[in-house]
């Protein structure tokens, strides 16, 4: 794949050397040339700078070959305008923004453009690490129809399988972390303590799957 970059700050520079160890061609744009510094000698891509939604730097990127695009500046506008450039004007399939206010992420996710919303992210990471009981979104698809939730599970599901759960809950096991590590979960998983589940749901259903979860249900002994 060529994947074209806008923004070369620590996530642009991460994401630019973790694509290209992949084997993947990299083009990365920022307007200030020291900002090129973070990739070091090792990266195997293209550098340019320029405006990120300029026509011909996107051009001089690769951007009409282009099969990804990330724009990752530190700005909200810039992010959008050169995702819409790249999505409407160049038509590369796969294109997502960092966007740091979570009520226009929501507007552009609509829009068909992916974003990831940083504070809204990191907050929503750090409820759930001071409030274990508390349920967190981790996803929404762009037409808002569907979520993935973490459901905390009453103690009694452990030692129980997945699909005991899902038939309790009436909704899908997405996938499950354990010790730190997800991994996508079989119908004959066997639940564990410590578990942390994340269900596919709609609007319509979440609070009856988080309740069913957090119960004894039938996982109860």
Known sequence: MHVVIMGCG??????????????HSVAIIDRNADAFRRLGAEFGGTTITGIGFDRDVLREAGIERADAFAAVSSGDNSNIISARLARENFGVARVVARIYDARRAQVYERLGIPTVATIRWAADRMVRHLIPEGTVEVFRDPTSAVSIVEAPLHRDWVGQTVRSLEDSTGARVAYLVRFGIGSLATPNTVLQDGD??????????????????????????
């Open 10 to 23: 620590r996530l642009g520079s991460t994401l630019a050397h973790k694509l290209d160890a992949r084997g």
């Open 196 to 221: 942390q589940v994340f269900f596919v749901v709609t609007d319509d259903i979440v609070e009856g799957v988080l309740a069913a979860a957090g119960s004894a249900g039938l996982g109860g002994h």
